[in-house]
Nanobody, 122 residues
């Protein structure tokens, strides 16, 4: 069983930056797909970016050029560096992980989810 714990959320002014972390507890296979999502009140959950165990990553247009996804395998931690934040980025942010995926995408099903961390941009 894998537990994901996010941290790093908070309140920031527009134009500011935050770095979210997602630490994985428990064994996770060396072959994985991990991703970041967000959900604002009254809106559907939105996939933002994914990264796989080969280091390949991709971003949705809404965050491309502003957000960077990365992983530190030694620390079992996934990161999301968020720059040039806008009020529209206000949401609860979640990380997700899956093992031995046939493919990696924000549109796939994920077995493991974190509890979320709130980001507020004013």
């Amino acid at each position: 069983h894998v537990q994901l714990v996010e941290s790093g959320g908070g309140s920031v002014q527009a134009g500011g930056s935050l770095r979210l972390s997602c630490e994985a507890y428990g064994y996770i296979h060396d072959t994985y797909c991990m991703a970041w999502f967000r959900q604002a009140p009254g809106k559907e959950r939105e996939g933002l970016a994914f990264i796989d165990s080969d280091g390949d990553s991709n971003y949705e247009d809404s965050v491309k050029g502003r957000f960077t996804i990365s992983v530190d395998n030694a620390k079992n931690t996934l990161y999301l560096q968020m720059n040039s934040l806008e009020p529209g980025d206000t949401a609860m942010y979640y990380c997700a992980a899956d093992e031995l995926p046939h493919f990696c995408s924000v549109y796939r099903e994920f077995d493991y989810w974190g509890q979320g961390t709130q980001v507020t941009v004013s």
